[in-house]
Nanobody, 122 residues
Framework: QGDQVESGGGSVQVGESLRLSCVVS????????MGWFRQAPGAKREVVAG???????KYAESVEGRFTLSKDDAQGTLYLQMDNLGLEDTAMYYC????????????????WGQGTQVTVNS
């Protein structure tokens, strides 16, 4: 088992919501910048959202106002609440960590999970 284990993906209709969960190892949780990136078939990886160790969040313009990051320190879990999903949100979503915010948003990642698939249907 790696440092991140994702769950919560699925198939939904346009406009619906999903919440992704990521259980993060003790070696990583709270020590590194954490967040989510996604990759659609044939497309480049895209950073979606990230959170630094004091809880400050940053979102990609494409999801700002629709996606929300949160965490549960007691459970060592990072969440991505995704509302008003659109067809363009269909992708494999990965939970990841990096040494700094700058590196994370450049996709210079230290670790990431196996991913969870999100499919949005019309």
């Amino acid at each position: 088992q790696g440092d991140q284990v994702e769950s919560g993906g699925g198939s939904v209709q346009v406009g619906e919501s999903l919440r992704l969960s990521c259980v993060v190892s003790e070696a990583v949780y709270g020590r590194y910048y954490m967040g989510w990136f996604r990759q659609a078939p044939g497309a480049k990886r895209e950073v979606v959202a990230g959170m630094d160790t004091d809880g400050d969040t940053k979102y990609a313009e494409s999801v700002e106002g629709r996606f929300t990051l949160s965490k549960d320190d007691a459970q060592g879990t990072l969440y991505l609440q995704m509302d008003n999903l659109g067809l363009e949100d269909t992708a494999m979503y990965y939970c990841a960590a990096s040494a700094t915010r700058e590196k994370f948003w450049m996709l210079l990642l230290g670790s990431w999970g196996q991913g969870t698939q999100v499919t949005v249907n019309s």
